[in-house]
């Protein structure tokens, strides 16, 4: 608590340093102010990184978490430490997609498989979910495609929109940096299935465009212990399975026709996404 009242009284210096990324600026700041508000227990806290990660200060953040400078007196900041909001200096940066700083946060260690927890944040979610979420957020698509999928809608022309949508040059660092997550992710596949069980296309094509090659093969095509050399085949027969349920009505708990129909008709969507992505790339 002292450490976060003692940060608050210095945010409006440290502001103006980190919007230029100035170190030298940052080190003699952090000197003159023994490390006041910005250490603990000779440490620099997952509350510093986080704010100097918030402002993409790149030369800020190496030196952090080098710990080299001697004006550090020692310490440096663990990227895998959580901050009191319940999430870590990844996802925050996921959230800002700086694909710069994501870089350099995992080649200082730190981890694309540590999720959110807590009452102050949408628990469980890793930084390549954040990542995801947002893209979907990004006004082309909320501008250009329902949210909700009409059944009396062509599966494939919204199929097609979407990819174009995505496949815009606006949206490539959208794509780049969940590809990048991705690539750092355990049970990728999982994940996509998650998405695609859930109904969610609009994530499930992200996932699928920018995580591509990821999911064609390698230790990312892995789902309920089940493993395959490409991913894309694996996700088609899981669809096939979850599409013959719902044509039997196994499983649905007594589901109302409609969101029952609903279900049958995003199901039909997310193979046809599938299929569409396995081939064109």
């Keep these: 608590s002292w450490v976060r009242d003692a ?26 102010c023994e490390g006041r508000g910005m ?19 790149l030369r800020c953040a190496k030196v952090v978490l080098e710990g080299m400078a001697p004006e550090l007196y020692g310490m440096h900041a663990n990227p895998n430490c959580i901050n ?15 694909v710069d700083m994501i870089k350099l946060l995992l080649r200082h260690g730190a981890s694309a498989n540590v999720r959110t927890v807590g009452n102050d944040v949408i628990e469980n979610l890793l930084p390549l979910h954040v ?37 815009l040059p606006e949206m490539k660092i959208f794509l780049d940096t969940t590809r990048l997550l991705a690539g750092k992710t355990n049970n990728l596949l999982q994940e996509l299935w998650n998405y695609i069980e859930d109904g969610k296309i609009i994530q499930s094509a ?18 309920n212990g089940s493993s395959k050399k490409n991913g894309f085949d694996l996700i088609s027969k899981c669809i096939m ?38 081939y064109a790339g």
């Design 39 to 57: 250490s603990s227990y000779l440490t620099i806290p997952a509350q510093t990184l986080t704010f100097i990660v918030s402002f993409n200060a």
């Design 84 to 98: 009191k909001y319940g999430y870590f200096v990844l996802h925050e940066a996921a959230e800002r997609f700086s």
């Design 131 to 167: 990542a995801v979420e947002n893209t979907c957020l990004h006004k082309y698509l909320e501008d250009n495609l329902e949210y909700n999928l009409s059944r009396s809608q062509n599966h494939l022309d919204y199929i097609y929109k979407l990819i174009h949508l995505l496949c």
């Design 206 to 223: 992200v996932l699928l465009l920018a995580a591509q090659e990821q999911i064609r093969g390698g230790s990312s095509s892995k789902i």
């Design 241 to 278: 399975r979850l599409s013959f349920s719902l044509r039997w009505e196994k499983g649905s708990h007594g589901m109302v026709p409609e969101l029952l129909e609903e279900r049958k008709a995003l199901t039909d969507c997310a193979w046809l996404l599938v299929d569409v992505i396995s």
């Design 7 to 32: 940060f608050l009284d210095i945010y409006a210096e440290l502001e103006p340093i980190l919007v230029k990324d100035s170190v030298r600026c940052f080190l003699r700041f952090f000197e003159n």
